[in-house]
């Protein structure tokens, strides 16, 4: 079952983060991250309009999460939905992870947003983003200083 986080889904979408960033991310992800500007940035975005965070319910357990938040590009007035971390534990990765891009773009067009947008780690975009209309706009480089 997929739904909006509470905030008591806190610990089980902060332990999905650090799978996700053990799995994926780059050597920046321990500097990256401090729990208490994390529960922070977390409470704002449930209890905000801009801000979607779902979740994947099995059993009682939360498996997977969607964070993403909403804004105006700074070239027009147009609002952007940006993934900012799509995660589901490797076991419960099959067909209802995928609904939760159904339930991304339909926020996000309920928000009035005329792009969406998804990241991936990985030399290739999954061709489910491809089947879905998805298409490749950049690729980002970072440098630590």
Known sequence: MIRKAKITDFDA?????????????????????DRHHFRHVFRG???????????????????????SAIGETPFAPVLVAEEIMWWVKP??????????LDVYEAW???????????????KRAPAEYK????????????KAL
């Not at 089947?131 to 970072?142: H, I, T």
Request: aromatic share 8%; charged share 25%.
């Open 13 to 33: 979408v902060e332990a999905m983060l650090h799978d996700f960033h053990a799995e994926k991310a780059s050597q920046f992800s321990a500097e990256l991250y």
């Open 108 to 122: 996000a067009a309920d928000m009035g947003a005329k792009i969406v947008g998804l990241s991936f780690f990985g």
């Open 91 to 100: 076991e419960s990765r099959g067909p209802e992870s995928l609904k939760m």
């Open 45 to 67: 975005l449930l209890s905000s309009d801009r801000g979607l965070v779902a979740v994947i319910e099995e059993g009682g357990e939360v498996v997977g999460c969607m964070i």
């Open 131 to 142: 089947r879905r209309g998805f298409s490749p706009v950049e690729q980002k480089f970072a």
